[in-house]
């Protein structure tokens, strides 16, 4: 079992039962605060007033963190003077480090977080689904606002419907929306940060690969989180649309994935006929970021760089099943989603905690390389 399948299940077995416990003290508590505050309209007024310490809790998803970066800007356009911190692990702590949005990043491994009890005003638990972020937003805030689903629900103060029926960034901003009912959704994700340096070295990759500024530079993600490999497309079909784009726009392709991705890059550029750069053993999260930005297309599964590239603002075509695009498609005017299931239904809900292996189901055999290449041309005439 992988840590991230583990940490879940412990969280289930452990976490319920922790839920319903504290929520007997969190009713107890918030009786005695309405007889005080009297209707829950004042007493909302009341935490928009006086909430000076901020914090936005997402745990594990690289994507999932980029995709909250509206709600944080939001947050601080809402309480300018309100310091706004994230509770993160260190696998998605680069996401966030270095935005303006953003004061600081507490990890969660981090044993000293055990002394900031009630340390903030507001948390919001943008989590879907795991008892871990409740019990955290529980015990750092004062006041909490999360969704309405599972024994978790239980310990916020402001529970909020989870509509699985529309994009997540505008999920995340119902959270805000408890609080500032008329918010509009964004148009655009919040552009990432990286440093000069790592710029830098990613120019002197591309360089000495022969890769200029003035070269078509596509990037593909041919890989996925490792808890949902179903989601990836055909290691041929992705090296037969590499070789199409080489051949028909002199395209010079990218394989960009983590470091422990390289051989699965590898195993797609032996089918290739023509050269590409497997940047894999090169990567980590800033220069995923920074390489991502040199590209003009960027072409990937269902997974965590496919956000990257729409949040950078790079026209980006994302292949999908067995989630849906309607949740998870990448985000932006510009962007294109491909979604050809096999079945009626997406098996992935991770609201539900449903992420399945469901390998035997084949759900990427529909989409062929012609419909992604269909995709690229219209991104291509366009550019």
């Not at 966030?96 to 002394?115: A, G």
């Not at 990613?202 to 890989?223: A, M, Y």
């Not at 726009?249 to 550029?269: D, L, Q, W």
Request: hydrophobic letters at 40%; a positive charge.
């Amino acid at each position: 079992m992988d840590t991230i399948k583990l940490s879940r299940a412990l969280d289930q077995i452990g976490g319920d039962f922790l839920c319903n416990v504290l929520s007997l003290f969190k009713l107890i508590k918030q009786r005695k605060e309405e007889q005080i505050n009297g209707a829950q309209s004042t007493a909302i007024q009341k935490i928009i007033k006086n909430s000076q310490k901020i914090l936005v809790i997402n745990l594990w998803g690289l994507g999932d963190a980029v995709l909250t970066l509206p709600l944080i800007e939001e947050i601080n356009h809402r309480f300018p003077k309100a310091q706004v911190d994230v509770l993160a692990t260190k696998r998605v702590e680069k996401i966030y480090c270095d935005q303006k949005n953003i004061d600081d990043v507490l990890l969660l491994e981090n044993k000293k977080n055990i002394f900031k009890f009630n340390h903030y005003d507001l948390v919001f638990d943008t989590e879907h689904y795991l008892n871990t972020s409740a019990l955290a937003a529980f015990y750092l805030g004062k006041k909490t606002i999360g969704y309405d689903h599972g024994q978790r629900a239980k310990l916020y103060n402001y529970p909020v419907d989870y509509n699985d029926k529309q994009h997540i960034v505008h999920t995340y901003l119902d959270l805000l929306r408890k609080l500032f009912p008329k918010i509009n959704n964004p148009k655009e994700l919040v552009k990432l940060s990286y440093c000069k340096e790592d710029q830098e070295e990613v120019i002197e990759l591309l360089r000495t690969n022969n890769i200029g500024e003035k070269d078509f530079v596509v990037g593909i993600c041919v890989s996925s989180a490792e808890s949902a490999h179903s989601r990836m497309w055909a290691k041929e079909r992705f090296a037969k649309l590499a070789d199409s784009l080489i051949e028909k726009h002199k395209a010079k392709i990218i394989f960009v994935s983590g470091p422990n991705e390289f051989e699965t890059n590898e195993s797609v550029k032996r089918l290739m006929k023509n050269p590409s750069l497997n940047a894999a053993k090169f990567m980590n999260v800033k220069r995923t970021i920074a390489i991502i930005d040199r590209c003009r297309l960027f072409i990937s599964n269902d997974t965590g760089p496919m956000h990257v590239a729409a949040a950078q603002g790079v026209p980006t075509i994302g292949l999908f099943c067995p989630n849906t695009p309607i949740r998870y498609a990448p985000y932006g005017s510009k962007n294109i989603s491909i979604y050809k299931p096999v079945l009626p239904k997406p098996c992935i809900n991770v609201h539900k905690g449903t992420i399945p292996d469901c390998s035997n189901h084949n759900h990427m055999a529909n989409i062929q390389v012609e419909d992604v290449l269909d995709a690229a041309e219209r991104i291509i005439n366009n550019l």
